[in-house]
């Protein structure tokens, strides 16, 4: 970095970077000396006559004297440095220095020690000094094993030292109570962890004397939340007494019990005057976070008089006026008595007779302290010192947190004394609840809110009203207590204040002022930081912890007792300190707002103010504009490090006067003042240069400084200064104007008239306001805490890069700069929605009332000149004041970026952030001149429209008042006036003579609205054409000009309100034209389909169109596709049902707002549809299920739809009834023919008519028993007809009755000869000649198929145009399966669809055997994909053909049609494949196989569906093209039906094959009549051979075996034939290992031999496996090698059910 930066006019060399400056004292003589060294210094510490240097490179100088090193030469000049070698190899990043011993920290977290060490502080045991740095472990003892722990900072004390880890848990070793370790064994010699902070975040560590301090993040509020006790957990006695007295009653939270008492050498206890014993220390970490089990409170302080008395809490005097007083009020007071508004301190001393005075009065005090001491512990109230009235009116409020107060203990103190006191008790009780609101705003450090430069007369009302409002405002809680102090502001966030218990003894006239509305409270201060900030910026939400010594009152506690374990500083924990250190005995504390509170010894004035007690914080009192940003603490003085008039740095000091090295004494003082009264400008500062850092120790004080007078740090320095300036701001405005204002809307303000009879109630703020303006506030309030909060953050990175690095890479601004740019933004937008609301001018009455008629206050703080501008433009200005400050960000970058070369990276990355700065300040000015034109507007024009219109984010961009703009076609008495808003398009109407100008208006928003120019060249009209979804309609502008204005202003509004640029960017990029389509939301107000329906989705020139979902009033939802306005494409629709407490839903396809195709319909009734829609009505295949299997009719529909009805080929499946309808419908009834099954066996084909048997049909029971005649009903016999037994006799006449009750027959009887064999196969019956033929079944599924491919008929259509339709479907179905997370695919499914989107060229030119392989593998692939037309249709058909022969239908009468059904889909899928591929031959074609290409040649041998010898070319056939991918997902069903028809030939093959498998296998082969040749001689075992022998079982054939057994696991025909061929080669394999090569068989060799293969394969159902392959196998391969391999098989099956074994 410093190689890129330019000359800038002085040199920016390493010698100027870092210069070390010391000096003794104040007085104007001092000349600092300057420590020559050859590198930069990087840090300085001081001890007692010691010092510690860290320079560049990790080096440690020491400087001053060092008894403990024995070298060392008295002579030798103490400023000198000596090089501390022992570092040497380590690389230091920090150095501490205690009284008489000094620490280092290396860059691994290493800790080095050396000098005294009597008492431990060196952490090296059995060493009384350490001459030379020295490491020091600190492990933690914990772990097993102890690993050692990482520092990040060291401080040193007189007798301990403190170490802060990196888990920012604090360690200490030495000796005392400073420790703040549980132990009485001193000295400690090994490093411990200090147990009490365990479990917080500590942020830094000092260490004074023999006291210790730390600086802890708060607690966030989940963890810190406790229910708040009534007692002390400690003592058991009430936190909360009252008391009494004869004229007034006195409520007191005063309890104090004491945590840390001091060791004495006997091991006993020494107390306080008038103390009880603790009862012991706390043994868990845990029990800090309770927030009273050991909460000490400020005890009385040395300074009360016999006459004057100040009780902490509340005196209720008789007249109504109440006083209250704090700890806190006594430590504010006397600090801003003359401070102005935005201070941090008084510009002068206090008199000398004045401190003369005090001095005078603190003697007097003294001699009666322990008379009071008793008195107030009888009393049961704690009292408070004295002070002026000025002081006390003045005094600066230790804030912030209401007390720690429980409902039920204040409650009932309240009311036991309401009877005596009297209402006002009660009103005094009301108004301290409601102050509890504002409590939880942490006041800010500044005078009493709400008083113009802290002058009492700066109060409206006079001196009553100046008691009642420091009554609400002094209720700063007491710093008793180790919890977290936004305890309280977190649980009374979330709850109301009442008041409980008390409610019964109150008059009504307060009831009902109670319970006037409240404004819900809003922190000024934001309990833990901003979210996006993280740990990028300093926290700011801090407490500072004490313990060690207290006899100066140097913990800050109120009292001089010691603390054995660390306690909250109460008080501070609002304060948002940053920094802390610690002199000998006194201790500061560096607030973000720039401020020093100080408290401990005050001997030589080293706390910068001279006010009493010291024992709790106090601020420094300095000059206004003062503020300190680097502290430094010695033994008697103070130093610090402050921003002045300019931008370089001033150094302040207080303390002890040091004159020739020699410390003044008390007795130097008789000639004057030797030590400050408050801090003293080092005149001598401007000629250090820019200091970056303030040390002090023993009487010494160290400045670090670099010698540049402008450019790199001077930039930094300037940046820092106007960050820290700017914070101070803030504050200041949220101190003096916020939270006074938001006290008017807590409080109800109550004084007397002067005859003292009727109160007056002030307005409230909410009142004043309204419930609108009132939710803004809170809105503004929040916002403007986040920024006021961002920004001390913010100021607090700056200064301690300043104080560390000194460099630009690591600003937060920079780095992060969104997070300042949404909060900026965030701000803005809350400013201008107040405004726009007129909230400011709502919020000046209440302003005028509090500030006054001259609020000079206002105007000092918006930093306004004019006179006489109306108090609303005021406030108006000073909140959109931050603004300004965007601008300073930009030009300090820029500054910045001069310091560095232009084509630097440096210099481009401060380029972009000073751009991103300033763009948004011009934004965020357009933005407020958007909010102030809009306000005028609605000012301007007042009335019920505009009111209706009025809305805190709507802007206005412009309007046609001066009839630049009207309505084409508009009526001649009617006026039309438009506004366009950054969200919408107003359209109002009105009639000329009406009074009332514009009686209705029209709301267009802007998301919706579209605008064309209309061409000028033929109208010569200025027209505009505006579309809206349910409005068109032209305007005509007066002018092209006009015209032109108004289309940029509508597009650029249009753009905006889609893209939100006008609510959050800076509008930078912005298009010519907003995109015609676009998403958005719409409530319909007028079309008679969608009104009062809301749609949101997608849009395009006014018309739904896309993804998107519609929400009516009824209830229905449809969230899908829309085309053109109108639901198009996927879709799901919820419909109500009015009758049922349950919906319909339909999700499906839909064509021109119609459910059209494929869907699937959920009834409220419980009836489930899926399959075809056409016009909102079921047409086309589909299925319907009625009912549960539990319900009363459950029932299954598939088939043919036509216009909401049954009609054509379906099945329907009566679960009720046990049976199943195979056959034609019309209008919902069976009409035609068809065929019945049942669940008892029962078979009927025939004619349907009516919904009934009637007409000619046949009956078939299970015991074969058949009627073939006449039918009137179901199940009814009625005509003619021939009913025929079992045994083959037959009954032929009349028949009449139901079946299976009774029968009447009229007619004769026949016996058949038992030898006329020819009669009985006359008489059989055919079965399937009255079904429906299979080529009439499911034609509608065809048909449905061949219209996805563009055909109106099967086979009518263009081939391409087909192909083109494929690829749509295909592509549509993927996008709407990525859009439904719920519908995704595989990923093989994915990469199948993406291969089948393309269009195979295989599909024109001839068909050759690697086209045909193509065809073949593109089939399969399309069948496998449900999404492919294709696909869909096998789908269907497998779904039908399941649901026709499965459960009931698992008929084996019905095999038959079973097997003639798979061949008609084989017939008409192939008509399919041949019109997607045409040049592919017809069935049985043949396809040519070339012979010059051996390798199509193998392709074709090795093809499954070409296993015979090979032959010129391949036929084609539609089974085996197709059956490969059909039967599998048919063969359950169909195999089902083979076994029930083969069942009898089944067992008795199955009896004979167990019973000849009992036999071994020699005496099997012998019973078979298989040659001895072909017997095996031995047969492998375990990989052995082994000898066949008589008792050998299972073991010949066994490979032969093994392969035929697979045939029960192939499903097509094919697939079995293979398998019966690879039985015959594993045969022949076997015989002709012991036989001749030249062997051939003959069949009468090879049947006995492949019987006793077929013996041993055990197949269950061969009859079955037979009968299918002889049904289905392809016919050009019944005259080949594998027909006869099958007729062999054929034949082993029938040889065995005949075989005899006998």
Known sequence: MESQRKSSGEEDNSGERGSLHTWKGYSYSVTPERVLLSRPVLQAALGTRHGVLLVEGGQVYSFGEFPWKQSQVSEVDPLKPVLESALSGQRVVAVAAGSFHSGALTEDGGVHMWGENSFGQCGLSSLTVVPNPTPVAVMDPDTSPPHTIRVLELACGE???????????????????????????????????VEHLVGRHVLQV?????????????????????????????????????????????????????????????????????????????????????????????????????????????????????LTTTDADISASGTDSDRGVGGAGSRNS??????????????????????????????????????????????????????????????NLVSSCASAVGERVVSTYEALSLKKMINYYYPGVGGVAGVPGGVPGGFPGGPAEVRVRLEESMQGKKSCSTGDIREEEAEGLSRRLSLPGLLSQVSPRLLRRASRPRVQAVPLTLVGGLPEAGELLPSLQTEVWSWGRGEEGQLGHGDNLPRLQPLCIKCLSSKEVVLVAAGAHHSLALTAQSQVFSWGSNSSGQLGHMASPTTIPRLAKLSEGIRVWDVGAGAQHTLLLADGDCYQPILYYSGQQVRGGVQDTPQDQTEGYSYTQ???????????????????????????????????????????????????????????????????????????????????????????????????????????????????????????NLRRRREFKSLVMLEHASIFLDTYNEYCCSVGNFLVMGGFQALAKPS????????????????????????????????????RHLHEYGRLLLKLGTCFEVSSVDYQKLQDGCSKFEALALHLKRRRKEAEYTYHFWKSFPGKMTDSLRNPRRRLICESSNKALTLQNSGRFSVNWFILFNDALVHAQGVVPYKSLFSTHHVFPLATLWVEPIPEENTGLHGLKLISPEETFTLLACSSMEKAKWLRSINQAVDQAMTGAGQSGSGAGQRAEPPISRTASYTFYKDSRLKEATYEGRWLAGKPNGRGMVKWLDGRLYTGTFKNGLEDGFGDYVMPSKTLNLNDHYQGHWKEGKMHGIGTYKYATGELYEGSFQDNMRHGHGMLRSGTLNSSSPSVFIGQWVHDKKTGYGVFDDITRGEKYMGMWQDDQRQGTGVIVTQFGLY?????????????????????????????????????????????????????????????????????????????????VKLGRLAVPSEEKWRVVFEECWMRLGCEAPGQGENQRAWENIAVALTTSRRQHRDSPEMNLSRTQNRMLESLEFIPQQHVGPVT????????????????????????????????????????????????????????????????????????????????????????????????????????????SSSALLLPVLLPRLYPPLFTLYALEKEKEDDVYWECVLRLNKQPDVALLAFLGVQHKFWPVSVPVLGEKTEVVSSTKDACFASATETLQQISTTFTPSDKLQVIQLTFEEITKEVMSSLED?????????????????????????????????????????????????????????????????
């Open 350 to 411: 206090p008199d000398p007779d004045d401190q003369a005075v005090k001095e005078y009065l603190k003697k007097l005090s003294d001699t009666s302290l322990a008379e009071e001491t008793a008195k107030m512990t009888i009393a049961g109230a704690s009292f408070q010192p004295p002070a002026d009235s000025l002081d006390l009116l003045t005094s600066d409020l230790i804030p912030g947190v209401m007390p720690v107060t429980t409902s039920s203990a204040l409650n």
């Open 678 to 800: 408050q801090p003293v400008l080092l005149p001598f500062c401007m000629n250090l240069g820019y200091v970056s850092g303030v040390f002090a120790g023993g009487q010494s004080c160290v400045a670090l400084a670099d010698r540049t007078v402008m450019g790199f740090i001077a930039s930094l320095h300037e940046l820092a200064t106007a960050e820290r300036k700017f914070y101070c701001k803030l504050s200041s405005v949220k101190n003096h104007i916020l939270r006074p204002l938001l006290d008017l809307g807590e409080n109800y303000c109550c004084s007397y008239s002067s005859a003292g009879q009727r109160p007056w109630v002030r307005e409230s703020l909410s009142t004043a306001l309204g419930p609108a303006s009132t939710v803004l506030l809170r809105s503004l309030v929040r916002c403007y805490s986040r920024l006021c909060h961002l920004t001390g953050q913010h100021s607090a990175s700056l200064t301690a």
């Open 848 to 883: 005028l009332e509090f500030f006054g008629k001259c609020p000079e206050l206002l105007q000092r703080l918006a930093e306004s000149s004019e006179e006489n501008i109306p108090l609303s433009d005021l406030l108006v200005t000073l909140f959109y004041l931050p603004m």
């Open 1409 to 1516: 055997m690697e086209k045909y392989d193509s065809i073949r593998r593109y089939l399969i692939k399309a069948c496998d994909m449900p999404l492919h037309p294709l696909g869909r249709l096998l789908e269907t058909l497998v779904a039908v053909y399941r649901m026709t022969y499965v459960g009931v239908g698992a008929n084996r009468r019905l095999l038959l049609q079973a097997v003639n059904e798979i061949m008609s889909y084989l017939a008409r899928i192939f008509q399919l494949v041949r019109f997607l591929f045409p040049d592919l031959p017809e069935e049985g074609g043949a396809i040519p196989e070339p012979s010059s290409n051996p390798q199509d040649k193998k392709d074709s041998n090795c093809a499954d569906t070409q296993l015979e010898s090979p032959k010129p070319g391949r036929v084609v």
């Open 159 to 193: 007798q301990h030292s403190l170490a802060l880890s990196a888990q920012h848990e604090v360690w200490a070793w030495g000796s005392g109570c400073q420790l703040g370790l549980v132990t009485t064994i001193f000295p400690v010699w090994k490093p411990l962890k």
């Open 206 to 322: 000092a260490c004074g004397a023999f006291h210790s301090l730390a600086l802890v993040r708060c607690l966030p509020p989940q963890e810190s939340r406790r229910p708040i006790p009534d007692k002390c957990g400690q003592c058991n006695q009430l936190l909360y007494t009252m008391t009494d007295k004869e004229d007034h009653v006195i409520i007191s939270d005063s309890h104090y019990c004491p945590l840390g008492v001091e060791l004495l050498a006997e091991g006993e206890a020494r107390l306080g005057p008038g103390r009880s014993p603790p009862l012991g220390l706390l043994s868990s970490p845990s029990e800090p976070l309770s927030s009273h089990t050991s909460a000490p409170a400020p005890g009385p302080h040395p300074s009360i008089t016999e006459h004057t008395y100040y009780e902490r809490g509340r005196t209720v005097a008789q007249n109504g006026e109440v």
């Open 1638 to 1702: 030249n062997f051939l068989w003959s069949m009468d060799d090879l049947f006995p031999v492949f019987l006793y293969v077929v013996l041993r394969a055990r197949i269950r159902n061969l009859g079955s496996e037979v009968s299918l392959i002889e049904d289905l196998m392809d016919p050009c391969v019944q005259h080949g090698e594998h027909g006869i391999m099958f007729t062999t098989l054929k034949a082993c099956y029938y040889q065995i059910q005949h075989e005899k074994t006998t």
């Open 1244 to 1324: 009927y084909e025939g004619a349907f008519n009516n919904n009934k048997m009637q007409g000619t049909g046949v009956l078939l029971s299970e015991d074969n028993t058949t009627y073939e005649g006449e039918f009137s009903e179901d199940w009814t016999l009625n005509g003619k007809g021939v009913l025929t037994m079992p045994n083959g006799d037959y009954f032929e006449g009349s028949f009449t009755g139901e079946w299976g009750s009774g029968l009447k027959v009229t007619g004769s009887f026949f016996k058949p000869n038992l030898y006329d064999s020819d009669g009985d196969k006359g008489r059989a």
